[in-house]
Nanobody, 116 residues
Framework: VDLVESGGGSAQPGGSLRLSCVASGDTRFSINAMAWYRQTPGQQRELVAAISHVGLINYADSVKGRFTISRDNTKNMIFLQMDSLKPEDTAVYYC??????????WGQGTQVTVSS
């Protein structure tokens, strides 16, 4: 399974960005669970938001009310709408998937930078 992220870039505090991730390859079961993670230098990768095949969602407390995860099963895609961005949201964002939970397959990451 290949996961490819897009949509990263720069934004000012309070701004918005939308990330996309498309899966290809043998996706029959490998994208049942999908998620967005992020990582900053010297820190562990952390879960930002996850979504199951049937739409069950959970968010990290730090992004609740600001970020929205969604998926389009017809296109094997997930999205992360990021609003009210803060400088502490700056990180490399990774798309991940798996059959019983995310974390088995990973994208290459996309940089998100929030600064004024």
């Amino acid at each position: 399974v290949d996961l490819v992220e897009s949509g990263g870039g720069s934004a000012q505090p309070g701004g918005s960005l939308r990330l996309s991730c498309v899966a290809s390859g043998d996706t029959r079961f490998s994208i049942n669970a999908m998620a967005w993670y992020r990582q900053t230098p010297g820190q562990q990768r952390e879960l930002v938001a996850a979504i199951s095949h049937v739409g069950l969602i959970n968010y990290a407390d730090s992004v609740k009310g600001r970020f929205t995860i969604s998926r389009d099963n017809t296109k094997n895609m997930i999205f992360l709408q990021m609003d009210s961005l803060k400088p502490e949201d700056t990180a490399v964002y990774y798309c991940s998937s798996g059959r019983y939970g995310p974390g088995k397959y990973w994208g290459q990451g996309t940089q998100v930078t929030v600064s004024s």
